[in-house]
Every structure is written in structure tokens, then in C-alpha cells.
């Protein structure tokens, strides 16, 4: 199994190509663009076993970041992925638990997009990317706020009316996957 490990900030692309062969995962190469949309974004690509190799170069968009990646990747003769996950970091009122990448899933991101609208739309941008050039590999989606999903309904609430909580606000947590 070749997992391609996706990772949107709002103007950041991190990504790591693991082996997740029958010990422990194994990291093949990691790559992160920064400054994403601006005029000066760079890109750091390295192996596992070689040093860094940082290039200026501007990425209008998260999915041009991770097409170039995805190229390097090839270019490079390192194995295709066979599976992605993403770090998503608010799944809204009704994605509360890592789970498989589906089309009603990304529709709920969608549709959550104002809970978290600097890093939603870029990791959205992501997945379909991978979507769009993968099509054949399962995706999974991991939201930081699932780490506190377990929370009893008494943390989660702030005091406010329960209108605003039928809303969506509510205690959700943050950061869970690190």
C-alpha cells in the first residue's frame, strides 16, 4: 500500500508518499508548498534519504501545488499511490468521525465550508485534485475536530440559546491530529 498523505493550511500544501508495507509506514518523500496564491511561494521537495531540495515557484492554487507535486512524484519513479488521506480541519455539525471519501461526504465539507473558510476550500481543492487525477484509489478524510467528538453534550454546549447549537455552534475542539 502506497498512502499519499495530503495536508491543506490556508496557503500551505504539505504532503507526504508513505509505504505502508506489513511493518510500520515508511516514508518515501515529502513535499510542502508555501505561500500558496501569492507571488512569492516556494516548494520544498525531498526523499527519505536525500537532502532537501527547495525551488522558488509560485502555485496559484492548491490543486496546480499538488498536480506539480503529483508530477515530481512520477518523474522521480517513486510508486504511484494506491490510497490518500486527508487532514481536514472542521467537518462541520455532521461529520464527526474520520471516514472514507464518498460524494455525499464532500458535500458535507462543502456545505461546512463557513465553519472553516481559510482552510475548507483549499483542502477541498485538494481532494478533488486527487479525485480528478487518481480516480481509481480510495481517499479517507481525518478532521482535527473528531478528536473531541466524544464530548458530553454538557462540555459541548456553550450558554447560548439552543437555536444557535441546532446551528452548529457548539464546542468542537481543534489540532486533534496532532
Request: charged share 20%.
Amino acid at each position: 500500500m502506497i498512502v499519499l498523505a495530503v495536508n491543506c493550511g490556508s496557503s500551505s500544501l504539505k504532503l507526504g508518499l508513505y509505504d505502508g508495507g506489513a511493518n510500520s509506514p515508511r516514508l518515501l518523500c515529502e513535499a510542502e508548498a508555501e505561500e500558496i496564491g501569492g507571488d512569492r511561494g516556494g516548494l520544498e521537495f525531498r526523499s527519505a534519504d536525500s537532502h532537501p531540495v527547495a525551488q522558488r515557484c509560485g502555485f496559484p492554487d492548491h490543486q496546480s501545488a499538488l498536480n506539480f507535486i503529483l508530477d515530481e512524484i512520477a518523474r522521480l519513479s517513486f510508486p504511484a499511490p494506491t490510497t490518500a488521506g486527508h487532514r481536514i480541519v472542521h467537518g462541520g455539525p455532521h461529520l464527526r468521525a474520520h471516514q472514507r471519501l464518498t460524494p455525499r461526504v464532500l458535500e458535507e465539507i462543502r456545505a461546512a465550508a463557513t465553519f472553516a473558510p481559510l482552510h475548507l476550500p483549499a483542502a477541498i481543492s485538494a481532494m478533488e485534485a486527487v479525485t480528478h487525477r487518481l480516480p481509481h484509489i480510495p481517499q479517507a478524510v481525518c478532521f482535527d475536530t473528531a478528536f473531541h467528538r466524544t464530548l458530553p453534550d454538557v462540555t459541548r454546549r456553550f450558554a447560548l440559546p439552543r437555536a444557535l447549537a441546532d446551528q452548529g455552534v457548539f464546542r468542537y475542539g481543534f489540532h486533534g491530529l496532532s
